[in-house]
């Protein structure tokens, strides 16, 4: 069974810093591209970084870039988020998901999420 | 950026009924369009992938239709389970989603 499990959310204050982390279970993580997607309360999916299988291709959404960085341990079977330069907009639910295709994806698996709270 | 606009936003039906969810590109996507269900507090399910295949495990009142920029999700006989909010997503650059459809009873 496939397994995404999301952890390190919390409170933080603006401009702080945080590591989201995704564990994986159930596939093989190595040979598929991962995702990170946000959904702040109450509003719509956006998504945020994609890396690719290897991890030699990343790309991220413009409202992100330079804050954020997406890495992943294939040893590990694990995702990471690190985010930095937090703001109130980033307040959200973050779902870590699994690509579906070889180049080009869509999300067919979903974590549970992990809520990340921007506030002094 | 391309932008997925869905309609209704919000949509009131009968267990039993036949419904169907629009969702319009701002430009050509091909058919590189999924669609999502969503329950309150948990993840979004993949319910279409790529227009009109059915993902495993989907049950087949759920169909998918279009290409270009216009297309349609279909619950053939809406079940109690059905009661959620849908979402288009286009993946053909970068990834967007609608603003979601809310179908409730």
């Known amino acids: 069974e496939v397994q995404l499990v999301e952890s390190g959310g919390g409170l933080v204050q603006p401009g702080g810093s945080l590591r989201l982390s995704c564990a994986a279970s159930?596939?093989?993580?190595?040979?598929?591209?991962m995702s990170w997607l946000r959904q702040a309360p109450g509003k719509g999916l956006e998504w945020v970084a994609n890396?690719?299988?290897?991890?030699?291709?990343?790309y991220s959404a413009d409202s992100i870039k330079g804050r954020f960085t997406v890495s992943r341990d294939n040893a590990k079977s694990s995702l990471y988020l690190h985010m930095n330069s937090l703001r109130a907009e980033d307040t959200a639910v973050y779902y870590c998901?699994?690509?579906?295709?070889?180049?080009?994806?869509?999300?067919?698996?979903w974590g549970q999420g992990t809520l990340v709270t921007v506030s002094s | 950026d391309i932008q997925m606009t869905q309609s209704p936003s919000t949509l009131s039906a009968s267990v039993g009924d036949r419904v169907t969810i629009t969702c319009r590109a701002s430009?050509?996507?091909?058919?590189?369009l999924a669609w999502y269900q969503q329950k309150p507090g948990k993840a979004p399910k993949v319910l279409i992938y790529?227009?009109?295949n059915l993902e495993s495990g989907v049950p087949s009142r759920f169909s998918g239709s279009g290409s270009g920029t216009e297309f349609t999700l279909t619950i053939s006989s809406l079940q109690p389970d059905d009661f959620a909010t849908y979402y288009c997503?286009?993946?053909?650059?970068?990834?967007?989603f609608g603003q979601g459809t809310k179908l409730e009873i």
């Open positions: 998901a699994r690509g579906n295709g070889e180049y080009v994806i869509y999300f067919d698996y």
């Open positions: 430009q050509s996507i091909g058919t590189w």
């Open positions: 790529k227009a009109s």
């Open positions: 997503q286009q993946y053909h650059t970068y990834y967007t």
């Open positions: 890396i690719k299988r290897d991890g030699s291709e990343i």
């Open positions: 159930g596939f093989s993580f190595s040979t598929y591209w």
